[in-house]
């Protein structure tokens, strides 16, 4: 976790000078200092710029509101390809014509769309600060349909949750997750309230359109024997933790773990379900990890 001094020598994201349709660094969650912005990441930058200025003056518009437009997504992703290699199947034409550009997005308007981290907040939650993020979105027209709309605490629970997600957006298929805490409280779901929201879809849909997460939290008090629990009872698609601990209330973390802790997180690995053995030091599970960072690639060793 950050301290104070340290968040202090950093400038939010959203102040950056310049605003990109992708980001050129990386930025922090408040977990870890974020690195400097590396060679390859500058000049990805500078291209962006580049063909932004180029392609917005060309179409009579600002560079910022060129940005906004599938046009201008569609140049971010040539300044990708142009730096990192082919990455993204994507034209210059379509960078160059909006029409073109809008053409080909309206097109992919009926895929398939599964959103594997999606949360809402049970029913006596006091977590207020999210009521305060849905205002925020509002505010910054990142969502059309928030903006001058109050927001409260009923519009994170289950009814609003999912009328947005399976009635109002794209999604087919999606997977609960969910936030521990050191106060109980503070979960964002137990895991029983996200097998129960689990099943409640799946039921009414009469077929698979609801996965969910277990949180685990190592180094609690019975945390191995939860976890074991919850695999046995509630049979989650995925287990999930955060490496600070208390992700929800940071400032309460007591329990924070490494990945490569062998005495403590050994014990858990050996008893997921193994999908697929890739060689004899690495095998493939359900497991997922929060805002951890990687410090080590292991997979090169």
């Known amino acids: 976790m950050m301290s104070p001094d340290e968040i202090a020598r950093l400038i939010p994201a959203e102040k950056a000078h310049f605003r990109s349709p992708i980001p050129t660094q990386a930025i922090s969650s408040d977990e870890f200092l974020p690195g400097i912005q590396t060679p390859k990441q ?3 930058e500078s ?7 180029t392609l917005a003056k060309n ?13 201008g997504m569609a140049a971010a992703f040539l300044a990708m390809n142009d730096t990192f290699g082919p990455l993204y199947s994507v034209s210059h034409a379509e960078a160059a014509t909006p029409e073109l550009a809008n053409e080909r997005a309206a ?15 049970r029913d006596d939650t006091r977590l207020e600060g999210f009521v305060r993020s849905r205002e925020a979105v509002g505010k910054a027209s990142w969502n059309p349909a928030l903006v001058d709309k109050p927001q409260t605490l009923d519009d994170l629970k289950f009814a609003n949750y999912f009328k947005e997600v399976y009635l109002d957006s794209d999604t087919k298929v999606a997977l609960i997750s969910g936030s521990g805490s050191e106060d109980p409280r503070d979960w964002f779901l137990t895991n ?13 849909s009469g077929t698979k359109r609801m996965f969910s997460h277990a949180i685990f939290m190592p180094g609690m008090p019975g945390w191995l024997e939860k976890a074991e629990a919850d695999h046995e009872n509630l049979k989650p698609d995925s287990f999930k933790g955060y490496t600070i601990g208390d992700n929800t209330n940071k400032q309460l973390s007591k329990h924070p773990w490494r990945l490569d802790d062998e005495k403590l997180l050994y014990p858990f690995y050996e008893k997921l379900p193994v999908l697929e053995v890739l060689s004899s030091k690495h095998f493939v599970a359900d497991l997922t990890i929060g805002l951890g960072k990687v410090a080590y690639d292991y997979l090169v060793d």
């Open 42 to 44: 500058k000049e990805f």
């Open 59 to 71: 179409q009579g518009i600002p560079r910022r509101r060129f940005f906004q437009s599938a046009a």
């Open 192 to 204: 029983a309230m996200k097998a129960q929201a689990r099943q409640s879809v799946n039921q009414e």
């Open 107 to 121: 097109g992919f308007k009926d895929q398939f769309i599964m959103d594997m981290h999606t949360h809402f907040l």
């Open 47 to 53: 291209r962006m710029k580049d063909i932004g200025a």
